[in-house]
């Protein structure tokens, strides 16, 4: 079965819950402490063995390329200050996968975004991973992204990944319906149907998608004859649906911690449980919380 090694990160949407920072800075950009969320995604992709990463921006496209680029000036200054330890950081980034960008020109959906992409992957199976979810996994553990790319490759089936929510906040997500099985802790679900944010009583399924996948590039036929929903808007559930009708989808709960960035809370969330691991910061943020929360 064919490797998974190309990877697409949509990075292109309004991000209007981010508003007033998004009008000039992507939310993909936004800081956890010291590293843009995007860097996070990024590396999750590189240690599943994605070697070419597509980039799809959309405004603020300059910030995201330059990131990923060289700063001259800056690493000639670190150079001749003998910050080697920061340089070599900076180059570590650089080194991570062949970053591709390219523009989204309207933000017509997250289909759209990853149709997009379809001249750069080409023929090979590939992962999308939304710039906005960060999903950290233990140094000892497989990255979301590698277990959907294991799974493919042993399958030969599209895999997306899901999360059990409650049912009250189904209609926040894409909510994936199917027949459940299991595989040692994973639930693997022969996928029959996707709803994308359903009404109250629309489904009994409680698992959500957070915006982690690994798709056959047939996926992009099924984009392309993707209608625009209410909003215009060219969904990823609908290809999704298509797929599982043809070839076939599963599903699969997976082990990691998982923050929606693009969200405030779960910004902060990220922000603050991220920095309680930081080796400059742990100590003195552990004391600053717990003095906070006496107060509260
Ligand atoms: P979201 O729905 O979270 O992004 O899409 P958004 O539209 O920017 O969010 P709000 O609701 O306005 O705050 C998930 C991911 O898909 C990308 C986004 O950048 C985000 O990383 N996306 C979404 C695109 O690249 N293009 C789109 O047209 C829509």
Redesign the pocket.
């Given at each position: 079965m064919a490797k998974v090694r190309k990877a697409v990160i949509?990075?292109?949407?309004?991000?209007?819950?981010?508003l007033p920072a998004t009008k000039t800075v992507p939310?993909?950009m936004l800081p956890i402490v010291d590293r843009p969320i995007l860097l996070h995604v990024v590396e999750e992709a590189a240690r599943a063995g994605i070697e070419d990463i597509v980039l799809?921006a959309?405004r603020g496209k300059t910030a995201i390329e330059d990131f990923f680029d060289v700063s001259y000036e800056l690493e000639d200054k670190l150079e001749r200050d003998g910050k080697h330890e920061w340089l070599n950081s900076l180059k570590q980034i650089r080194s991570m996968a062949n970053i591709i960008s390219i523009r989204?020109k309207q933000?017509?959906?997250?289909g759209?975004?990853v149709g997009a992409a379809a001249p750069v992957v080409g023929k090979e199976p590939f992962a999308v991973l939304?710039?906005?979810e960060i999903m950290i996994s233990r140094t000892d553990q497989q990255t979301v992204t590698e277990q959907l790319a294991r799974r493919f490759e042993s399958t030969g089936l599209s895999t997306v990944a899901v999360m059990e929510v409650p049912l009250e906040d189904t209609s926040k997500y894409g909510i994936v319906e199917g027949d459940v099985t299991r595989d040692g802790t994973a639930q693997i679900v022969k996928v029959k149907n996707v709803i994308e944010k359903p009404s109250q009583g629309q489904t009994t399924s409680r698992f959500a998608l957070p915006?982690r996948y690994v798709f056959d590039a047939e996926i992009f036929e099924h984009i392309r004859n993707t209608k625009p929903g209410k909003l215009g808007?060219i969904q990823l559930t609908d290809a999704m649906v298509a797929i599982a009708k043809s070839k076939g989808l599963l599903a699969t709960t997976f082990e990691a911690r998982r923050y929606d960035a693009?969200d405030k809370l779960g910004y902060l969330m990220a922000t603050i449980e991220l920095g309680l691991e930081h080796p400059e910061l742990k100590t003195s943020l552990r004391s600053y919380i717990k003095k906070l929360a006496e107060k509260l």
């Open positions: 949509p990075a292109a949407g309004l991000g209007t819950r981010f939310k993909e799809v959309g989204q933000p017509l959906g997250l759209h975004a939304l710039g906005d915006g808007e693009g």
